[in-house]
């Protein structure tokens, strides 16, 4: 795509700890760091688990969102202040809202995502900002829209940040529609029963090209096209034929003019439930037909993280494509049927290309794809 | 109140405008008006029986709560309005400020009250901010973007996503629903031509000083015999 943004920096916080080394590193040993609730009750959930950022407490009367932002802006890398921020959430400072209702609070929150994209820009110390909300294809969607106004001209920077938390009310909203797997998630295992919740801030930079040049700011890949649907068919079931979700994936590889067999490898949207996976394997499957592409979901590592799950896999593909290969998938015992050429849990895949395709769908069919790829 | 810097030119056309509450449904363009006393579901009963809009099973507009029946609503007119089908490609942009906080004040508070064991999943889907827009979408069968926006500059800087949008050719037509304050504007949209001048409106990043605006427009213009008492409530 011409005049396509480059990522000058990436950066995450997830149940991994803080930093892309240590999720990266996390995601190559297999390990899953699921661990049991104790931020809020959850006797109505016996035994569940979620992907918690370690030593991170639940304050009662402060942002958890705001917490994570603030620990991710401190090692952001520092860009002109004309920089646009785009925040990717969910339901932002949602804990804030537990706690008007759970302590019968009189003072009413602000909504709660519009309070956080205010923080976020005095945080990140920027003068413009927008909030991007789209369910669970927030990230990709914020850095779509980014990645449009860098390439239209319209700015020379943007900082994406994607921040979700797990908290009571999107833990308790999961499980009252069956979407938790009480075991934790196994995205693409024959035997997946649903997602496990995760929580994360994960920052992109995005520059132009020639702003990237001129700054001599660090080349870590090119968002070299992207691609958005909507499925419009249900407003939580996903299309089973994934057919929306493959014409946004053929939207993201011509608007980077990039035939199939030039991707390398996917990073699914990969929650763990039986439908979304399902649906993913059938898109996929219409896109590459006979040439499968190896494939890997952060979502069995750092859980389901919402409307940052975009950015962190950008992150993450921004590490696969420097390293060339895609980690083992974290918590897979057996391969779905039908994706036994694309996932492994035991090893590792290598590239077929530096070329990635990122994959997000959200609540009410929001599909939205980028191609992530070497500045080559 | 904040101060925003006005771009009053965009790369946009108007095709339909409609402005919706639980009382009464305007088009900006046909200047047709309808009223009912039984809400927006009322309201909907009157518009489908005048025949300007397509007919169609609205089985989710009965379950869906009162954003997604604004928005539901407000988009068929934008599209009646414009006397343009729907578009498969059509963007969806929300925006307004208000995000889903009543809905999720409702989700919440039926959970707690109901000793935090288990959400009710019909309250849980209506609590994030994108979700009036994807009734919509899935109400007309609109497969381009969907995304709830929101900046410092109001209704100028939604305009300019649509204008990107649209350039990019990603979406052929932008329907912008802002909803606040239990009232709905939607603007339908593409590319080409120049939208809209909305300096005259008091403040853009106050979508309920819009409506406002846009209904006292509309009696001026068209005179209809409806309540005084217009304007969100």
Not at chain 2, 173 to 181: K, P, V, Y
Request: with cysteine; hydrophobic share 45%.
């Amino acid at each position: 795509m011409k005049n396509s943004p480059i990522i000058v920096f990436a950066d995450l916080i997830t149940a991994y700890g803080h930093g892309l080394d240590r999720c990266w590193n996390g995601f190559m040993a297999r390990r899953r760091p699921f661990s049991a609730i104790t931020r809020f009750p959850s006797a109505g959930f016996e035994g569940a688990v979620a992907a918690t950022v370690p030593d991170f407490m639940y304050d009662s009367t402060s942002s958890l969102a705001e917490h994570l932002l603030r620990k991710i802006a401190a090692t952001t890398i520092e860009l002109p202040t004309d920089a646009e921020l785009f925040l990717a959430t969910t339901v932002g400072e949602i804990n804030l809202l537990e706690q008007e209702i759970l302590l019968h609070k009189t003072e009413k929150c602000a909504p709660t995502c519009s309070s956080l994209l205010d923080k976020a820009k005095a945080i990140f110390g920027k003068k413009r900002a927008s909030l991007i909300s789209a369910a669970c294809a927030s990230g990709n969607m914020a850095l779509a829209r980014a990645a449009a106004k860098i390439q239209n001209g319209g700015i020379e920077y943007a900082i994406v940040a994607g921040c979700d938390i797990v908290s009571e009310f999107v833990f308790s909203g999961f499980a009252s529609l069956g979407a938790i797997d009480l075991n934790g998630a196994r995205p693409y295992d024959r035997d997946r029963a649903g997602l496990t919740l995760g929580e994360a801030a994960a920052v992109i930079a995005l520059a132009s090209e020639d702003a990237a040049r001129r700054d001599g700011l660090p080349r870590l890949a090119r968002l070299g096209g992207w691609g958005i649907s909507c499925d419009a068919v249900h407003i939580t079931a996903p299309m089973s034929d994934g057919l929306q979700l493959a014409a946004a994936i053929r939207h993201a590889m011509a608007a980077a003019g990039i035939s199939p067999p030039e991707i390398g490898g996917v990073i699914g949207h990969g929650t763990g439930t039986v439908y979304n996976d399902s649906m993913e394997i059938n898109a996929l499957n219409s896109v590459f037909n006979e040439d499968a592409k190896p494939l890997f979901s952060t979502k069995g590592g750092v859980g389901h993280t919402l409307g940052a799950a975009g950015v962190v896999q950008a992150a993450v593909a921004v590490r696969a494509i420097q390293e060339m290969l895609l980690p083992p998938q974290t918590g897979l015992r057996e391969p779905m049927p039908g994706t036994e050429r694309m996932v492994s849990g035991q090893t590792q895949s290598r590239l077929i290309a530096p070329k990635i395709l990122s994959l997000n769908a959200g609540f009410g069919g929001i599909n939205a794809v980028l191609l992530i790829e070497d500045c080559a | 109140m904040k101060t925003i810097n006005r771009q009053t030119s965009f790369k946009l056309s108007l095709r339909g405008m409609a402005l919706v509450n639980s009382r009464q449904a305007l088009m900006m363009n046909s200047g047709r008006s309808f009223e009912s006393e039984d809400g927006i579901a009322g309201i909907y009963r009157e518009i489908a029986s005048s025949k300007i809009i397509p007919r169609m099973r609205l089985d989710n507009f009965r379950r869906a709560g009162e954003k997604a029946r604004l928005a539901m609503l407000g988009s068929l007119l934008a599209f009646a309005d414009a006397g343009s089908p729907f578009a498969d490609n059509t963007a969806v942009i929300g925006w307004g400020g208000e995000e889903s906080v009543s809905e999720n004040r409702a989700y919440f508070t039926d959970y707690a009250v109901n000793g935090r064991l288990l959400g009710r999943g019909q309250l849980f889907i209506g609590t994030l901010p994108s979700t009036p827009l994807c009734e919509a979408a899935i109400c007309l069968n609109l497969h381009g973007p969907v995304f709830y926006f929101q900046s410092d500059c109001g209704l100028d800087s939604v305009l300019a996503e649509a204008e990107s949008l649209l350039s990019a050719k990603p979406a052929g037509q932008a329907l912008l629903l802002g909803i606040s304050c239990g009232a709905l504007l939607a603007l339908l949209l593409e590319p080409a031509g120049d939208v809209h001048d909305f300096s005259q409106s008091p403040q853009t990043d106050d979508m309920p000083r819009i409506y406002h605006h846009m209904e006292k427009e509309w009696r001026k213009k068209y005179t209809a015999p409806f309540s005084d008492k217009g304007g969100p409530p």
